[in-house]
């Protein structure tokens, strides 16, 4: 049996169609040029799309989650794609492809590896904080500063700053948020600041610098001197006795404290006299005194160092003398010697010597 007419034809179209199916030109590859994938907002981001071997390229096509972004035979030759400045709706994947002649017709090439652009917002800019807080330090106290701010993911180091360069810190981890002056000095005195660097998918980010704070350092003003009036290495009780404090400088004196045996006597009604009065000391009395005075620089009182201490010694009031007859009788031949002799209290005696010259 003869074959219907349309097999025929069939059978005579497929031996004359010559089918020559070829696969499409290799991928390319594709790459942040910054190098990284994780961008913040309004930063600009180029991608390169990289093609292998010495064909000739028409031009580029880009494609984010699988739509085009770019038209091919538009795209510049250098197979880049530019985005001005991120933002949450250009986060996702994108891949591209490439455009290229065989035999004279424009071929597209498979779609590369699709790589994910991340965006993240900035890091919150921090807050440096000075503990304990003060108007001014005092040289020798110690200060701490504190680089404070929102919680952030993966934060690797913190980074201080005295007048725009870098303070170095004195051991310590690099993660660890505070910088630590153990005595604080007047070379230290300056404008303080810190910022903050995480790291996101192999990306170290920076956060923006703190506000800056003006760590103020003074010396400590030079010690008084102590005078007691009237002065004596002994008092007897019921005496009175007056301590002046004097500053050595010119600086405004704001006020003054009497101390004895390290704890302050001044009464807080007379803390701007510079003279302490005792209207008779007592055997209470007795022991180290020292002053101090204080001036006010930049809204702090600050004290001077103490006074070398001096010494009240109290004693009791002095007994009367006693004398004695040599011979006891009193009874003496003319020609001879009386003697009468006067026995004295031990420290009368001395009383009497360091009161010779009244």
Same mark, same amino acid.
């Given at each position: 049996?003869?074959?219907?007419?349309?097999?025929?034809?069939?059978?005579?179209?497929?031996?004359?169609? @010559?089918?020559?199916?070829?696969?499409?030109?290799?991928?390319?590859?594709?790459?942040?040029?910054?190098?990284?994938?994780?961008?913040?907002?309004?930063?600009?981001?180029?991608?390169?799309?990289?093609?292998?071997?010495?064909?000739?390229?028409?031009?580029?096509?880009?494609?984010?989650?699988?739509?085009?972004?770019? /038209?091919?035979?538009?795209?510049?030759?250098?197979?880049?794609?530019?985005?001005?400045?991120?933002?949450?709706?250009?986060?996702?994947?994108?891949?591209?492809?490439?455009?290229?002649?065989?035999?004279?017709?424009?071929?597209?090439?498979?779609?590369?590896?699709?790589?994910?652009?991340?965006?993240?917002?900035?890091?919150?800019?921090?807050?440096?904080?000075?503990?304990?807080?003060?108007?001014?330090?005092?040289?020798? &106290?110690?200060?701490?500063?504190?680089?404070?701010?929102?919680?952030?993911?993966?934060?690797?180091?913190?980074?201080?700053?005295? @007048?725009?360069?870098?303070?170095?810190? &004195?051991?310590?981890?690099?993660?660890?948020?505070?910088?630590?002056?153990?005595?604080?000095?007047?070379?230290? /005195?300056?404008?303080?600041?810190?910022?903050?660097?995480?790291?996101?998918?192999?990306?170290?980010?920076?956060?923006?610098?703190?506000?800056?704070?003006?760590?103020?350092?003074?010396?400590?003003?030079?010690?008084?001197?102590?005078?007691?009036?009237?002065?004596?290495?002994?008092?007897?009780?019921? /005496?009175?006795?007056?301590?002046?404090?004097?500053?050595?400088?010119?600086?405004?004196?704001?006020?003054?404290?009497?101390?004895? @045996?390290?704890? &302050?006597?001044? /009464?807080?009604?007379?803390?701007?006299?510079?003279?302490?009065?005792?209207?008779?000391?007592?055997?209470?009395?007795?022991?180290?005194?020292?002053?101090?005075?204080?001036?006010?620089?930049?809204?702090?009182?600050?004290?001077?160092?103490?006074?070398?201490?001096?010494?009240?010694?109290?004693?009791?009031?002095?007994?009367?003398?006693?004398?004695?007859?040599?011979?006891?009788?009193?009874?003496?031949? $003319?020609? $001879?010697?009386?003697?009468?002799?006067?026995?004295?209290?031990?420290?009368?005696?001395?009383? @009497?010597?360091?009161?010779?010259?009244?």
């Amino acid at each position: 049996m003869l074959p219907s007419t349309s097999t025929l034809v069939l059978v005579s179209l497929i031996g004359c169609l @010559d089918l020559a199916v070829k696969a499409p030109p290799a991928p390319p590859s594709l790459s942040f040029v910054a190098g990284y994938v994780v961008y913040m907002t309004g930063e600009p981001a180029t991608l390169r799309c990289g093609v292998s071997g010495t064909q000739s390229i028409l031009g580029y096509q880009f494609y984010k989650d699988g739509a085009k972004v770019t /038209e091919g035979h538009f795209t510049p030759s250098q197979g880049t794609y530019s985005i001005a400045g991120v933002n949450k709706g250009t986060a996702g994947p994108y891949s591209c492809a490439y455009w290229t002649l065989d035999a004279g017709v424009a071929v597209l090439s498979r779609e590369s590896p699709a790589i994910v652009l991340y965006v993240i917002d900035h890091l919150p800019t921090p807050v440096l904080s000075l503990e304990p807080p003060s108007s001014t330090y005092i040289a020798g &106290e110690p200060v701490t500063l504190f680089c404070v701010h929102p919680k952030a993911d993966s934060v690797v180091e913190y980074r201080f700053y005295k @007048d725009g360069a870098e303070a170095p810190r &004195e051991g310590g981890s690099p993660s660890d948020s505070t910088y630590r002056i153990r005595k604080a000095t007047e070379s230290m /005195e300056g404008w303080y600041s810190c910022l903050y660097r995480s790291e996101a998918r192999g990306r170290a980010i920076r956060s923006m610098e703190s506000p800056r704070q003006f760590l103020s350092v003074t010396a400590q003003p030079p010690a008084p001197s102590i005078a007691l009036n009237p002065e004596y290495p002994v008092y007897i009780t019921g /005496e009175p006795l007056t301590l002046s404090c004097a500053s050595p400088g010119p600086a405004g004196v704001t006020g003054y404290r009497f101390y004895k @045996d390290g704890r &302050e006597v001044t /009464e807080r009604s007379s803390v701007s006299q510079r003279e302490y009065v005792i209207s008779g000391v007592t055997n209470l009395t007795a022991g180290m005194y020292s002053c101090i005075y204080w001036i006010a620089e930049r809204q702090r009182d600050i004290p001077a160092l103490p006074s070398a201490p001096v010494t009240v010694v109290v004693i009791d009031p002095l007994h009367p003398p006693v004398f004695s007859l040599t011979p006891s009788n009193g009874c003496v031949e $003319d020609g $001879d010697n009386l003697t009468l002799p006067a026995q004295l209290h031990p420290l009368q005696k001395n009383r @009497d010597v360091l009161h010779q010259g009244w």
